[in-house]
């Protein structure tokens, strides 16, 4: 057995390539290009062959060393013939990557979802390593989820199930990016707490924001000085996101009576407010007999989840 993977991160404006050193599951060596401009199959295939070519070069291992591929990928994927059927972050449609990598490189690859990817990543190595039935939730400019049901990640009969961020919390409420209305992405997400901001900022509400951020953009990173700073207007909405995220949390605890959910993305692991005030408003409001042995632990993994979890598909079929 050859001692490294490499683990791939397609995400919507980023290609992160590394090489993973299989024992310790370390990160040996890693590649970041941005894809901002590049879009659609031609052009992302390149920006990746790209980035393939220069980790094997920076890293000096030669092809044959290599074990398996795994990209992680944010979009709906077709995992037996390894296919990208929609990305519309980087305008991807039917995109054959397994076979364009397995026939440049002849190494094996895998292909996942990156919210998959990212619970495969903590089932195994991270918060969920001594549990059977998880839910994952994920809170950054989206809000992604994935279930997982005695060790297995469970998919539903399309590949779908577990999308937490587009249960619908308001019957009239705000469109989503789904096309369907009153989803909880569109009140609970990063891009939620920014648009309610700038609508305020619009109305000439004073926010310390303005003087943070020239920006249309309000990253994590703003909305926890503007926190940190008592900013009226931040406040209000994060609490807003918080009363949606912990119904949405909930409800899924009520539902399907989980061991443990493990929250990660961006707004958890920046914001220790939002992960602390939500774990205790979820259970307060689901019912007692299901939130009672339902735990909440912080996903580990951080932003190499994506990347290492694409290369566990050996550990992954071998858990029980
Ligand atoms: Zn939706």
């Given at each position: 057995?050859?001692k490294y993977?490499?683990?791939i991160?397609?995400?919507?404006?980023?290609?992160?390539?590394?090489?993973?050193?299989?024992k310790?599951?370390?990160?040996?060596?890693?590649?970041?290009?941005?894809?901002?401009?590049?879009?659609?199959?031609?052009?992302?295939?390149?920006?990746?062959?790209?980035?393939?070519?220069?980790?094997?070069?920076?890293s000096?291992?030669?092809?044959?060393?290599?074990?398996?591929?795994?990209?992680?990928?944010?979009?709906q994927i077709?995992?037996?013939?390894?296919?990208?059927?929609?990305?519309?972050?980087?305008?991807?449609?039917?995109?054959?990557?397994?076979?364009?990598?397995?026939?440049?490189?002849?190494?094996?690859?895998?292909?996942?979802?990156?919210?998959?990817?990212?619970?495969?990543?903590?089932?195994?190595?991270?918060?969920?390593k001594?549990?059977?039935?998880?839910?994952?939730?994920?809170?950054?400019?989206?809000?992604?989820?994935?279930?997982?049901?005695?060790?297995?990640?469970?998919?539903?009969?399309?590949?779908?199930?577990g999308?937490?961020?587009?249960?619908?919390?308001?019957?009239?409420?705000?469109?989503?990016?789904?096309?369907?209305?009153?989803?909880?992405?569109?009140?609970?997400s990063?891009?939620?707490?920014?648009?309610?901001?700038?609508?305020?900022?619009?109305?000439?509400?004073?926010?310390?924001?303005?003087?943070?951020?020239?920006?249309?953009?309000?990253?994590?990173?703003?909305?926890?000085?503007?926190?940190?700073?008592?900013?009226?207007?931040?406040?209000?909405?994060?609490?807003?996101?918080?009363?949606?995220?912990?119904?949405g949390?909930?409800?899924?605890?009520?539902?399907?009576?989980?061991?443990l959910?493990?929250?990660?993305?961006?707004?958890?692991?920046?914001?220790?407010?939002?992960y602390?005030?939500?774990?205790?408003?979820a259970?307060?409001?689901?019912?007692?007999i299901?939130?009672?042995?339902?735990e909440f632990?912080?996903?580990?993994?951080?932003?190499?989840?994506?990347?290492?979890?694409?290369?566990?598909?050996?550990?992954?079929?071998?858990?029980f």
């Open positions: 057995m050859n993977d490499i683990g991160d397609l995400g919507g404006t980023k290609v992160l390539c590394a090489i993973i050193e299989k310790e599951r370390k990160i040996l060596f890693e590649v970041k290009k941005k894809t901002k401009k590049e879009k659609g199959n031609k052009k992302v295939t390149a920006k990746l062959i790209e980035a393939l070519d220069e980790l094997f070069e920076v000096n291992i030669p092809k044959e060393e290599i074990n398996s591929i795994g990209i992680a990928v944010a979009g077709d995992r037996e013939n390894g296919i990208v059927i929609d990305a519309c972050n980087l305008d991807l449609k039917n995109l054959e990557i397994k076979k364009i990598l397995e026939e440049k490189y002849l190494i094996n690859t895998y292909v996942f979802n990156d919210v998959e990817a990212a619970a495969m990543a903590e089932l195994i190595l991270g918060s969920g001594n549990y059977n039935n998880i839910l994952c939730v994920f809170i950054g400019t989206g809000i992604g989820s994935s279930l997982i049901i005695n060790r297995k990640i469970y998919h539903g009969a399309s590949g779908s199930a999308e937490i961020g587009h249960i619908i919390v308001d019957l009239n409420g705000r469109s989503c990016s789904c096309g369907g209305v009153g989803c909880l992405e569109a009140y609970a990063r891009s939620a707490i920014e648009s309610r901001i700038q609508g305020a900022i619009k109305k000439g509400r004073k926010s310390i924001i303005t003087e943070l951020t020239e920006s249309q953009h309000i990253s994590t990173k703003y909305i926890k000085q503007a926190i940190d700073a008592h900013d009226e207007v931040t406040m209000q909405y994060v609490n807003e996101a918080i009363e949606y995220l912990s119904g949390l909930a409800s899924a605890i009520n539902f399907f009576n989980p061991e959910i493990i929250l990660g993305g961006g707004l958890i692991q920046g914001i220790d407010e939002i602390l005030k939500t774990v205790k408003l259970r307060a409001k689901a019912l007692k299901a939130s009672e042995k339902t632990k912080k996903a580990e993994l951080g932003d190499y989840s994506g990347v290492i979890g694409a290369t566990l598909t050996e550990e992954y079929n071998n858990v």
